[in-house]
């Protein structure tokens, strides 16, 4: 581990808005914020938002910024990453921002029934190979149901054509309504303006799949409770790449 990683985890232990409760942790302690987040940190009772996957908090940071009446809290195992956001939020004294750094597969034990109003998934691992890694399987939104208010907004921004369609088609497959689903969101002229303000939020990662020609792809559900979801058995094309500068993709794969 490099010294700046060294240097950046002693930060995020000192840092008040940064909560660190990995898997190997959770096992033995219990999360007392968990239903009181509102009371014990925020101190309001203003909505919160969740970003799962959340990187280095851009995106959480600048949601935060368009709006102070709302709670954000950036999610991530990679405290290196997780660092940015924090730091930039603790330097401009923004009130409205949390980060926690845990195992999105546990996320269900820091949030009690209802604390939740929207999920943000932003530019997520695809994970091609492992239907139950994906953060918008029906696995996953089992999850988010645990702790996300009735028909709660899930966001999904994405360069993966694998994963929007894999998405779109899990939400049809359950009946779950879609409120707008777009395949090249900086091309479509059907968005009001703030959400466009809202979508127009670019990370690092962002960039660079524009950089190298990829259309933007964004899809807003609303995830209710009535019935047990499923996964859809239909196919889907494979993306023919993996990640920034990694290309190398048989074409002939597919899902199983």
Request: aromatic share 14%.
């Amino acid at each position: 581990m490099s010294k700046g990683k060294l240097q950046k985890f002693a930060d995020l232990d000192s840092y008040n808005n940064v909560f660190q409760y990995p898997f190997s942790v959770m096992e033995h302690v219990e999360f007392d914020m968990k239903g009181r987040w509102r009371e014990l940190y925020f101190h309001n009772d203003h909505p919160i938002v969740l970003e799962l996957g959340c990187g280095k908090g851009e995106y959480t940071v600048a949601l935060a910024r368009l709006f102070p009446e709302v709670n954000f809290i950036g999610v991530d195992i990679k405290g290196a990453r997780l660092w940015s956001g924090a730091t930039e939020a603790l330097r401009d004294d923004m009130s409205n921002v949390a980060f926690l750094r845990t195992n999105i597969e546990i996320i269900d034990r820091f949030f009690a029934p209802d604390e939740v109003q929207e999920i943000w998934l932003t530019f997520s691992d695809p994970q091609m190979k492992n239907p139950r890694k994906r953060l918008t399987s029906s696995y996953f939104m089992e999850r988010y149901r645990r702790f996300l208010v009735p028909g709660g907004i899930v966001h999904l921004k994405t360069d993966s054509a694998f994963l929007y369609q894999y998405t779109l088609l899990m939400a049809q497959h359950n009946a779950l309504p879609l409120l707008f689903h777009t395949d090249d969101l900086y091309h479509c002229t059907e968005i009001d303006e703030e959400t466009r303000r809202i979508l127009e939020i670019k990370t690092y990662y962002e960039r660079q799949w524009i950089e190298r020609g990829l259309s933007i792809k964004y899809l807003k559900l609303s995830l209710t409770h009535d019935t047990p979801l499923s996964e859809s058995e239909i196919e889907i094309e494979l993306d023919d790449y993996r990640s920034y500068k990694r290309f190398s993709r048989s074409p002939v794969e597919k899902r199983v």
